[in-house]
């Protein structure tokens, strides 16, 4: 190869490379133009969201509203966020375009429900909880002049859910007052039950007004160790008991009785004179009643007992004392009353 071939060559070679790199870096250049192009969109996209914050926020966008008493701050943009609502016919406004923009303004309505209406104009929703009635009730006629149907219907449905609970509310609390005054009722008749049978259990115990079954007079005084005899009965003798002439009553019939012994004893003036009567059962004394010791006095008393006695149960009485005797036979009485029979 000839010197002007091996230049032609490597010419080309030259050119071809110089050719290759100038097209890769001028696809690196259009790539990196690109991107440069979007930052810059975005950058300018940014500026103009804060340039709109800015202005909504500090320029003539801010407006006073007076509201009754009290003042609120907010922007005409949210003002006129629902379209032909209440704010939409002052003369600043036209074709919902912001045409004026004074200081303030002044609504006379309630500032507690206006309160509730900014909220709703800035968020889209009424995020509060309301359970007041009267509230929810004031709040949808203020909703109405405002112009806002979305908010009036929001609030109906939410005083209606509140009426639905407290109704359902009031239902239970009726059951539970019907159910309570039906368990006092059912309480009262079970006690009047429970009286009732009381009643007329206690009427076979006891009727109506005991039974004096029994009543004796000692047959004449005693001393230390006898046992009394009766006299003839003041009272009939019941059927259940058997006297038998001496000291001795003999149970006929298994029942509860009641026994009353009244006795009037006179003490020496010396020595040990305390002296007792004993309820003897079966030969075993199961009552005592004590008196007096050497006073020389005469001195009454009175023992009474209520057992549970068997058929053929023995019951006495013995007087026990070493100084005093019992020397008024007629003071001296055994009362018997049947209580209940088995």
Not at 160 to 175: F, I, M
Request: glycine share 4%.
């Amino acid at each position: 190869m000839s010197a002007s071939e091996i230049i032609a060559s490597f010419s080309q070679d030259v050119h071809q490379a110089l050719t290759k790199a100038l097209d890769t870096k001028g696809k690196e250049l259009d790539a990196r133009e690109k991107s440069l192009n979007k930052r810059e969109e975005k950058l300018k996209a940014r500026e103009e969201h804060l340039n709109r914050i800015f202005t909504n926020h500090n320029g003539k966008q801010r407006v006073i509203v007076q509201v009754g008493n009290s003042s609120f701050e907010t922007t005409y943009d949210i003002l006129l966020s629902c379209p032909d609502s209440y704010f939409h016919i002052f003369q600043w406004t036209k074709e919902n375009e912001l045409v004026e923009s004074p200081d303030s303004v002044f609504i006379a309505r309630n500032p507690t429900t206006f309160g509730y209406v900014l909220e709703y104009l800035t968020y889209g929703e009424l995020h509060s909880e309301l359970s007041d009635n009267g509230l929810l009730n004031m709040l949808i006629a203020d909703a109405k002049f405002y112009a806002l149907p979305k908010l009036a219907q929001k609030v109906q449905d939410c005083l209606d859910s509140l009426l639905a609970v407290e109704g359902k509310s009031e239902q239970r609390l009726k059951a539970l007052e019907e159910a309570s005054l039906k368990s006092e009722q059912e309480i009262s008749k079970a006690l009047k039950d429970v009286d009732a049978k009381v009643t007329t259990l206690s009427s076979k115990i006891l009727g109506q007004q005991p039974p004096l079954y029994h009543k004796v007079a000692a047959a004449n005084q005693f001393s230390n160790g006898q046992y009394i005899n009766w006299n003839t009965p003041i009272l009939a003798l019941a059927s259940h008991l058997q006297y038998d002439g001496s000291s001795a009553y003999t149970i006929l019939n298994k029942c509860l009785l009641q026994l009353t012994v009244r006795y009037t004893a006179t003490c020496s003036t010396h020595g040990n004179g305390a002296g007792n009567v004993n309820l003897m059962v079966n030969g075993i004394a199961v009552a005592r009643c004590y008196h007096g010791q050497a006073n020389g006095y005469q001195e009454s008393r009175e023992m009474q007992d209520i057992r549970e006695y068997n058929v053929d149960d023995k019951i006495q009485f013995q007087y026990y004392s070493n100084s005093s005797t019992v020397n008024d036979a007629l003071g001296t009485t055994l009362t018997i009353i049947v209580l209940h029979t088995y």
